[in-house]
C-alpha cells in the first residue's frame, strides 16, 4: 500500500475515533455523569469539542432539528467511513 494512502486512512480512523470520543462525553456531560467544573474533564472536553465542532456545524446547516437529539456526528462517522472506502477503492484500481 501507498505510504501516503495508509498515512490517509489512519487519519480518517484516527478522525472517526475523535468523534466517537466526543459524542460519549457530550453524553457523559449531558446525564450529568462527569462533572466538566473538574480541570481534567474540563479541558478534554474543550479539546474534543474545538477538534469536532469544524467538522459538525457544516452537518448541523443541513440537518433537520429532532429535539434534542443530534445525529450530525452519526452522519460525520458515515462520511468517514465512506471516504475510506473511496480511497482503498481508488488505491486497488491502481
Known amino acids: 500500500m501507498n505510504p501516503i494512502v495508509w498515512l490517509i ?9 475523535i468523534v466517537i470520543v466526543s459524542a460519549i462525553l457530550s453524553w ?6 462527569v462533572n466538566t467544573r473538574n480541570q ?3 479541558a478534554i472536553a474543550e ?7 469544524p467538522m459538525l456545524a457544516p452537518i ?4 433537520p432539528t429532532l429535539g434534542g437529539i443530534d ?23 491502481m
Open 60 to 63: 448541523r446547516r443541513f440537518l
Open 71 to 93: 445525529l450530525s456526528p452519526l452522519v460525520l462517522l458515515v462520511l468517514i467511513r465512506f471516504l475510506q472506502q473511496v480511497v482503498i477503492y481508488f488505491t486497488a484500481q
Open 47 to 53: 479539546t474534543l469539542y474545538r477538534l469536532t465542532e
Open 40 to 42: 481534567f474533564v474540563g
Open 9 to 17: 486512512i489512519i487519519v480518517l480512523d484516527i478522525c472517526f475515533w
Open 28 to 33: 457523559l456531560i449531558a446525564f450529568n455523569i
